[in-house]
């Protein structure tokens, strides 16, 4: 009997689990969150066909890791999610390991995450939020300004991006653009295509969804903030390496820009999914944010719909059958 093992599952995630179980009549067990997939605990993929997962934390930096899931009998791991900086794809390709990935779970649900941010930062929410926890119920310099009049600009005008450009164009904001890629077709008449340089300079709004990949390491930091407005809102719902976080902190303090919303930060893994005594947290920087009236901070949740939740956990299950049953999954990572 086919049995896959499913790792790091929440409550939220276990009835869509159970769902597809029932309708291909195959094994799925569930190790429950916080659980993760690590050297210490490997034996547990034994007597398993397929291996699924999503966590924040590396799997392994040990190439035994992914010899030993070979030798299991593991052909495959899935994960659901889109990031794969957590998978050694070198390692997994030397052992005879495909590794597919869930690349378009649900662009709206993150688009409409940095929608909801950016609004509230355009209208000072965080701020005014703030006096009320002081009793204080003064508006006065919190005014704020229109889409209408605001330029938002998007680093990474892929599915998410491209997604957040519609939302934004269709409000009436002036949309500008930047990515690696050819510009795309289907965003004529949307957004204008710039430079990085002359977006950072331009925009009001400024919201990043880049691909996870080590090159995007820090891509916004101490020499980007210098170019921004100091009016301008900046958001971060792609990696948290990909800003430097430091940078950002010191920007804040030095008024480069207005305001930011972090969903997602360097060293993450050692807050998010956990909680703690007290006010503060293992990383240092975070603490620096969390004491900043004009931050908005969510833990990792843009993605967390019902619609995305979904589509993670079957599509996942769907590409870890495939491979077990021979086939190929289009969600392969070459």
Do not use: C
């Not at 689990?17 to 490997?42: A, M, T, Y």
């Not at 040990?62 to 299991?72: A, D, I, M, R």
């Amino acid at each position: 009997m086919t049995k896959i093992l499913a790792f790091h599952v929440r409550d939220d995630e276990q009835e869509f689990i159970d769902q597809w179980s029932k309708e291909h009549q195959i094994q799925v067990d569930s190790i429950p969150l916080p659980i993760e997939l690590h050297d210490n605990n490997i034996e547990k993929v034994k007597g398993y066909d397929g291996l699924i997962y999503k966590q924040r934390s590396v799997l392994s930096n040990n190439e035994s890791f992914y010899q030993k899931l070979h030798e299991y009998g593991i052909q495959q791991i899935a994960t659901r999610s889109v990031g794969i900086d957590t998978i050694n794809l070198e390692f997994a390709k030397k052992n005879h390991i495909r590794v597919t990935n869930v690349p378009s779970y649900s662009p709206e649900a993150v688009a409409e995450m940095a929608l909801t941010q950016a609004m509230q930062l355009v209208r000072h929410i965080p701020q005014l939020s703030a006096r009320l926890r002081d009793n204080n119920y003064f508006i006065e310099g919190l005014r704020s300004r229109e889409l209408t009049e605001l330029t938002v600009g998007i680093i990474g005008v892929g599915r998410i991006g491209g997604t957040l450009a519609r939302i934004f164009h269709l409000l009436g904001a002036t949309v500008i653009g930047n990515d690696i890629r050819p510009p795309r077709e289907d965003m004529r008449g949307v957004l204008t295509y710039v430079s990085k340089e002359e977006l950072y300079k331009r925009a009001d709004i400024i919201s990043i969804h880049v691909w996870g990949g080590a090159d995007n390491a820090h891509l916004i930091g101490k020499d980007q903030f210098a170019q921004f407005k100091p009016s301008a809102f900046f958001i971060n719902d792609s990696r948290g390496f990909v800003v430097d976080t430091d940078a950002l902190v010191t920007a804040l303090k030095e008024k480069q820009l207005a305001a930011a919303a972090i969903d997602v930060v360097e060293k993450e893994t050692s807050i998010f999914n956990h909680s703690f005594d007290g006010d503060e947290t293992p990383v240092p920087a975070y603490n620096e944010l969390k004491k900043m009236p004009n931050v908005l901070l969510t833990p990792h949740s843009a993605f967390f719909t019902d619609h995305a939740v979904k589509n993670m956990v079957m599509q996942a299950l769907d590409d870890t059958l495939t491979i077990i049953q021979g086939g190929v999954s289009p969600h392969e990572i070459q």
